[in-house]
């Protein structure tokens, strides 16, 4: 499969420009659903990958890094779009071992915030201290240390972030990552069964609008 390749070429001396992203969010499946391709706008997974959603309701995975300028871009878009969701279509965000210096700390770091309950307020100021106020967040020390001036207490931080169950969910994160096949960010998967991105739909708007599509036909499916 043809994948994006930039984001595998980030290095810790050099994150790149953020790429500018249209300010207008997709529109529904039906408005938009006409033209796009299997093979060309998306691609069906020959094995379906694990969901965490229940029953009824579709899972749309955003495969990201904080560490990626494509990323920090997209994600005002994403979140803008994620607030207009169907109450049975459900976002989620996986976060990618492979873009920047130790990328798995970054991984436990989002898993961390989660589990404390912070991530919802934390994580666009993450994506700013990377890519505006350019710290590193390359080892827990200086993790826990930026989070101090959050607001967020450095040793319920490194309890977190050395637990079994971050440590799990990392795991879990990357066997997602496989099964999608994921080698660029960001990336979308559709109920397991479907992935799109920005090499396939040339932007990442219109890959929100291929999501959009791809869950009203599941939904038809069910």
Not at 23 to 45: I, K, V, W
Request: aromatic share 10%; with cysteine; charged share 25%.
């Amino acid at each position: 499969m043809q994948r994006r390749e930039f984001t595998r070429a980030l290095t810790a001396a050099g994150l790149g420009s953020a790429v500018a992203l249209p300010a207008t969010f997709p529109l529904n499946a039906s408005a938009q659903g006409a033209g796009f391709e299997s093979g060309r706008d998306y691609l069906p997974l020959k094995q379906t990958a694990p969901v965490e959603t229940p029953a009824g309701q579709i899972e749309v995975v955003e495969f990201f890094s904080y560490y990626c300028p494509h990323c920090n871009a997209f994600e005002p878009t994403l979140e803008a779009w994620s607030r207009r969701l169907p109450k049975d279509v459900v976002l989620r965000r996986v976060p990618v071992a492979f873009v920047g210096p130790r990328p798995e700390t970054r991984q436990r770091l989002f898993y961390a915030l989660e589990a404390l309950g912070k991530l919802n307020q934390l994580h666009a100021k993450v994506f700013r201290a990377v890519h505006v106020d350019r710290q590193r967040l390359e080892d827990p020390a200086g993790i826990a240390d930026w989070l101090a001036t959050q607001g967020v207490d450095k040793k319920q931080f490194t309890d977190a972030y050395n637990s079994f169950s971050v440590a799990a969910k990392v795991g879990r994160a990357n066997q997602l990552v496989s099964a999608y096949q994921v080698d660029g960010v960001p990336a979308l998967g559709v109920a397991g069964r479907y992935y799109t991105d920005a090499s396939l739909t040339r932007s990442m708007e219109r890959s929100l609008q291929v999501v959009d599509f791809l869950a009203g036909e599941v939904k038809k499916g069910r």
